[in-house]
Every structure is written in structure tokens, then in C-alpha cells.
């Protein structure tokens, strides 16, 4: 497989996770984005595809992180990842839009099997119908086209009729609707198709009331198996408009055009793209950090989106080097190496830190053992505030954050880092972390990160802050 070979080379790169989440976006899924979008994909190709890319991401070791949680956005608190099977699903589902707008030999095929049911393409796209034992009618169809219509149904969310609108009633599609099932299948009468019966105002007379049974019988044109017919259509679908007021049905105007409901809001299909479809298959798995909940409940603060979505802009999105950016994301996912997690899987490092004896959390590392708390201090008495583990781990949540305080952020995250750098330099050369000055160590390394900077009011406050820590050594 040329993803597998193409992998082996990238993995000679030293890269952070955001870099190899543009890897895998760019030059890994380039490779099989075409044979997806015209072949039909077996599902273990799917699995093993999907295992590879995070494979590589995770460096051969299992996933740190929830799958549904890095393919959310950065501001969200994820690594923007694609999820394969999702995007695999969107590609098909976009067929949609040219089987619309494009004129050819394939799309005239799609359509002369639509009339062989009976139905006009513009309804067979507005049904609902999740899988092909809910409508078997659509077995007709080659397999690539049934995968393309279901995974566009994928896309639909089935709205519920009680909390429906007396107008969304009227327009509902009557045949291939989720909403109407008979023994696990969505309803398909062929003689009420013929006879132009689709929707539910088709059924309903002037007075708002459904028609009567002799009415009934005088539109069908077939009346083959109509009792059986017309008793399902009473039980499964008039009773569950039972009370309610139709009268407004016959005046409700319908449009034949295949669309979509998306963040409430009606999209009308036919020139949108795969993007557009990846987007709403990815919404129905994404799912927050399980972190945030735990973190907002230890430090004390309101966890809500919007206050989590502020932290993740100031700590990750605005963080000007991609190693600070990935060690922040690391921070918030509770997932930096420490003494704790790596005892676990290396026998000669232990669990305890070798000054103080605690525990060695990343917190612990990074901020409360008494060999740094001396650094942190002195950096709060510079700066004139309290430097806390909560602003280190979450900035200012909430705040509108100033230039001012984007230096604060960037600052000490680089100190952050340094001792996590020298921490871990120790524990793999079997060199004592006691014997290094901590102080000497993170001027050395604001002054590097100093010419990594192009930001002159950045310069200033790193600058400040070095002289403050030389003169105190």
C-alpha cells in the first residue's frame, strides 16, 4: 500500500502532531481519495486506513487521545484531524451534486432506475431511509449508487413528527420516511405512487381532515391489496397525526428540491461540495474533551464551550511555535510525559520525583515542586502578579486577551517547556535533575526562543525577564 510507504518516509521527520495532521491530510489520503470516490470500499480497507493514519500520528503507540475528540477544530480543542471513514462517507454522498447538475451516461442510468420505481428523482433524494433493509427498493441500484444514497441519507437528520410544525407536516414525503415504518421498513406502495399520492397533503382533505376511505379509494388507481394497504397507512401514519390541525394542508406549497436540514438552516444541495457533507457527518461524531470537565471542576471556573473555546484560541491557536502549541495541547489533554506515565512503560524511571520525593504528575513537574516554585515565584514578583496554575494551564478564560497578555501566555509556556525538556533530557541520559540550576537553564532557553520571535513588544517582556532571573542567580 502506498500510504504504508509513504508513511515510513515521514516518520524519519521529526514533526509535531499538527504537522502530522497536515501530513496525513495532504500527502497520505491524497493517495486514495480517487478510488474512493469511485469505487465502492470495503469496510476493512476503511478500518485499516483509519489505524495507519493514527498509527503514525500517536507514533505506534495507542491512541493518547479520543478519535471523536481530535477531529475537532483546534478552537475546540482538537488537532483538526479528518476521520477516514467520515470523509470516505462525504465523497460519496457528494455524487449527489452531479448526479443534479452534470449530464451523462452515469446519471442518465441513476435516473432510468428511479423511474423503474415509479419515482421522481427529486422525491427518491428527499427520503430519509437509513439502510437498505428500511427501503429495499433501492437493491436495484448498482452498489456504488447505493452507497451514495445512503451515505447522503447519513447526512439528514430525521426530525421527530411531534415537534414538528403543522406546515412540515403537510410537506412530508409519505413513502421511504423513517417517520412511517411497517414491520422495521419505510412504507413504498406502488399504486398510491402512480395515483400521485407522496405527501401527507395529499391525504388530507378542505375540512384538515384525513380523507375518508371511500375518498381514498377513488384516487388509487390500482386497488390491488388496498385494505391491507390503507390499514397500514391508518395505523402507521394518520394516527400519529391524530388531533392535529391540518387544515392548512392543501395550501402548503412544496418544493421538489433535494435538501438538507443543517444547523437549522435549510441547504438546497445541488452545488454543494464534499466539505460541505464531511462537515455534518463529522458533527454527528465529534465530541469534547473529557478533560475539560475535570480541569473546570479542579480550578474552579465556569467549563462551557464558549470559556473552553476562548482558552483553547489563547493557549494553542495563538501560540507562535509549533512546538509550544503541541506542548499546550498536550497540557490541556493531560497527556505530557512525566515520571508517573513513564514508569509505566520504561522499568528504570521512576514514579517519584527525585528532589522532593512526590508523586511526579506534570503539574508537580512543571509548577509545584519546590525546585521550580522558586522560579515562579520570581517570575510573579517581575510581572506583578500571581503566576497560578490555573493561568499557566488556561490563560485568562473568558478575558479578552490583550497583546499584553498573549506575551504572559507564550512566556510561560516556554518555561513550562524548558523544564519538561530538561526533565526528560535527565531521566533518558541517567543525569540527575537536582544538579541542574533551573534558573540558569530557563534564561538559556528565553533567550533562544527570544530570536525565534518576531513580535517586538514578545522581545521586550522575554528580555525584561531574563535580566530579572540573571540578577537573582
Known amino acids: 500500500m502506498q500510504i504504508k510507504k509513504s508513511i515510513s518516509l515521514w516518520k524519519k521527520r521529526s514533526l509535531t502532531l499538527f504537522g502530522k495532521v497536515y501530513v496525513i491530510k495532504t500527502f497520505l489520503l491524497s493517495k486514495v481519495i480517487y478510488q474512493c470516490s469511485v469505487l465502492k470500499i470495503p469496510e476493512n480497507f476503511v478500518k485499516e ?40 462517507q462525504a465523497i460519496k454522498a457528494s455524487w449527489i451534486t452531479k448526479i443534479l447538475s452534470i449530464k451523462g451516461k452515469w446519471s442518465a442510468l441513476f435516473h432510468s432506475i428511479a423511474e423503474t420505481l415509479h419515482l421522481p428523482v ?4 428527499n427520503m430519509n431511509f437509513k439502510g437498505l433493509k428500511a427501503f429495499p427498493a433501492i437493491a436495484r441500484f448498482p452498489k456504488f449508487y447505493q452507497e451514495v444514497i445512503l451515505n447522503y441519507n447519513r447526512c439528514k437528520t430525521v426530525k421527530p413528527i411531534d415537534i414538528m410544525s403543522i406546515h412540515e407536516i403537510a410537506e412530508q414525503q409519505i413513502w421511504g420516511n423513517e417517520n412511517f415504518k411497517w414491520q422495521a421498513k419505510c412504507l413504498y406502495f406502488r399504486s398510491w405512487i402512480d395515483s400521485k399520492i407522496l405527501y401527507i397533503k395529499d391525504i388530507v382533505g378542505d375540512d384538515g381532515r384525513f380523507l375518508s376511505d371511500n375518498d381514498l379509494f377513488g384516487k388509487i388507481r390500482n386497488h390491488q391489496n388496498i385494505l391491507q394497504e390503507l390499514s397500514v397507512i391508518k395505523r402507521h401514519v394518520m394516527r400519529l397525526h391524530k388531533g392535529k390541525d391540518l387544515s392548512i394542508a ?19 444541495i445541488n452545488t454543494q461540495k464534499s466539505k460541505f457533507f464531511y462537515n455534518i457527518l463529522s458533527n454527528k461524531i465529534k465530541s469534547r474533551s473529557r478533560y475539560e470537565s475535570i480541569t473546570a471542576k479542579t480550578l474552579k471556573f465556569d467549563g462551557g464551550d464558549k470559556i473552553w473555546n476562548s482558552i483553547y484560541d489563547q493557549k494553542i491557536c495563538k501560540a507562535k511555535i509549533s512546538k509550544l502549541k503541541e506542548f499546550n495541547y498536550k497540557l490541556l489533554q493531560n497527556i505530557v510525559p512525566n ?6 512503560w520504561i522499568r528504570n524511571i521512576s514514579d517519584k520525583c527525585e528532589v522532593c520525593g512526590d508523586t511526579e504528575t506534570t503539574k508537580h513537574m512543571v509548577y509545584d515542586c519546590p525546585r521550580v516554585k522558586y522560579l515562579w515565584d520570581s517570575v510573579s514578583f517581575c510581572w506583578n502578579f500571581d503566576v497560578t496554575w490555573k493561568r499557566i494551564l488556561c490563560g485568562w478564560p473568558g478575558y479578552t486577551v490583550t497583546p499584553k497578555l498573549e506575551c504572559y501566555n507564550l512566556i510561560m509556556t516556554m518555561i513550562c517547556y524548558s523544564i519538561f525538556k530538561q526533565n526528560s533530557w535527565c531521566k533518558f541520559n541517567n543525569k540527575r535533575y537536582a544538579d541542574l540550576n533551573i534558573v540558569n537553564m ?28 540573571k540578577e537573582i542567580v
Not at 503514525?56 to 475528540?69: A, E, I, T
Not at 533567550?447 to 522581545?459: A, E, G, V
Open 49 to 88: 486506513v483509519q489505524d495507519l493514519i493514527y498509527e503514525y500520528l500517536w507514533n505506534g503507540k495507542r491512541d493518547r487521545v479520543q478519535r471523536s475528540n481530535v477531529i475537532q477544530g483546534i478552537g475546540n480543542g482538537g488537532l483538526n484531524m479528518v476521520h477516514f471513514e467520515t470523509f470516505t
Open 122 to 125: 427529486q422525491y427518491l433524494l
Open 250 to 268: 392543501n395550501y402548503v406549497n412544496i418544493s421538489n428540491q433535494p435538501k438538507i436540514l443543517y444547523k437549522n438552516k435549510v441547504h438546497i
Open 339 to 344: 515520571g508517573r506515565i513513564l514508569s509505566k
Open 442 to 469: 530557563v534564561t538559556e532557553q528565553l533567550t533562544l526562543y527570544r530570536y525565534m520571535i518576531h513580535d517586538q513588544l514578545m522581545i521586550r517582556y522575554i528580555d525584561t525577564l531574563v535580566t530579572f532571573l
